[in-house]
């Protein structure tokens, strides 16, 4: 589903939504044309009771993807803000450490956070990660880690800022791991198979009207196929129309007076 994730929205709506629909609404002429409304209608006391079970067994499996792939969305701007904000404060703990040290975590941060903003996102996209920032991101330590405390004020500076620079790791991997995706393949089987599935199923039914029962399952099938498409745009946080931006990394740059330059 990749593919259709990187695709503009309209155009992933209209191959998913838009084509399941019409193929949806031709199905019941299509069968129409060979077995008569009058032997179908013979079907629809029992088929009624057990369209309802499927439906209602789809419809919670429908909802729970859903939310799943919401809540892992979120998690993935959580982690871009927590990212954002650990730099910042690293920047403000540079200021206080100051000497040589001082300069060189902030460079260090500099170097990582521009990077994070040009390359790791580019790379999230693919369902990767750079090694550039990977290794800004060692320096950022290495450069922390020059710094030896004289005094207590010291200690506990060092200390916060390893707290920091630690936060700012787990919030990096945090959307390294979130950027390749929040459902698995055996899952969009079974999406995909249950809305043909629970639309295929309304073809037992029949009544009078053919425009009607056509108009019908052309609804069944839109409503379908739009949480499934919702699922597919923001299954890939990274990438597609729906995705999280490095805005909040741009705006430490911005704040402590740096410009980046994606």
Known sequence: ?????????????A???????LLAMAAPVFVRRRVPSERL???????????????????????????????????????????????????????????????????????YVRAAV????????RSGSSHTVTRALDATYGAL????????R????LTEALRQLDLLTEARR????????????????????????TVGFTLFFGTESLRVQAVMTGILAFLIFSGLHVIIAIDHPFAGSVKVQPEALLAVLEDLGTKAQP
């Open 145 to 152: 880690l020059t710094f030896s405390p004289g005094d207590g």
């Open 174 to 197: 945090t959307r390294l791991v979130l950027a390749s995706g929040a459902v698995p393949g055996v899952l969009w089987f079974v999406l995909f198979g249950g809305a043909v599935v």
């Open 15 to 21: 191959l998913v939504i838009g084509v399941a629909t």
């Open 41 to 111: 209608r013979i079907n629809n006391e029992v088929a009624g009771f057990t369209f309802a079970t499927i439906g209602v067994l789809y419809a919670v499996l429908l909802a729970f993807a859903v939310i799943i792939v919401w809540e892992k969305f979120s998690v993935a701007e959580n982690a871009a803000a927590q990212e954002a904000g650990a730099a910042a404060t690293l920047y403000r703990l540079a200021d206080g450490i100051g000497g040589d040290s001082g300069a060189a975590l902030r460079d260090g941060l500099t170097h």
């Open 154 to 157: 010291g200690t506990a500076l």
């Open 1 to 13: 589903m990749a593919l259709l994730t990187t695709q503009p929205l309209w155009l992933s709506g």
């Open 118 to 125: 040009t390359e790791d996102w580019p790379a999230m996209e």
